[in-house]
């Protein structure tokens, strides 16, 4: 019987003015996780807000990652219960989360 592996991971790719890779790096686990917005913040890093499968309390949860100006990881945040309509995302300045 063959496994099959299903794999979704966040990639952040940012670039400076002459389009050039300034950094790559790659969040998530070993599910399904998605971004769904990502904002600069006052500290030159960046958040991110999505969706995940990988961390969390089951189902999907709202997974929200705070970077530095590098695009290292600084925190991570999940929200959400053990069902599967978890959802955030950034507006303005504001963290959504409808579950």
Same mark, same amino acid.
């Given at each position: 019987?063959?496994?099959? $592996?299903?794999?979704?991971?966040?990639? /952040?790719?940012?670039?400076?003015?002459?389009?050039?890779?300034?950094?790559?790096?790659?969040? *998530?686990?070993?599910?399904?996780?998605?971004?769904?917005?990502?904002?600069?913040?006052?500290? +030159?890093?960046? /958040? &991110?807000? *999505?969706?995940?499968?990988?961390?969390?309390s *089951?189902?999907?949860?709202? $997974?929200? /990652?705070?970077t530095?100006?590098? +695009?290292?990881?600084?925190?991570?945040?999940?929200?959400? +219960?053990?069902?599967?309509?978890?959802? +955030?995302?950034?507006?303005?300045?504001?963290? &959504?989360?409808?579950?």
């Amino acid at each position: 019987m063959k496994k099959i $592996l299903l794999l979704s991971i966040i990639v /952040i790719t940012k670039l400076n003015v002459n389009a050039q890779t300034t950094f790559q790096k790659a969040y *998530g686990g070993l599910a399904m996780d998605e971004a769904k917005s990502v904002r600069q913040t006052t500290d +030159g890093g960046y /958040i &991110i807000a *999505g969706t995940t499968t990988s961390y969390g309390s *089951g189902g999907s949860d709202v $997974l929200v /990652i705070k970077t530095d100006a590098k +695009g290292d990881t600084t925190w991570t945040k999940t929200f959400g +219960g053990d069902t599967d309509n978890e959802y +955030g995302f950034l507006y303005n300045k504001l963290l &959504i989360v409808d579950t």
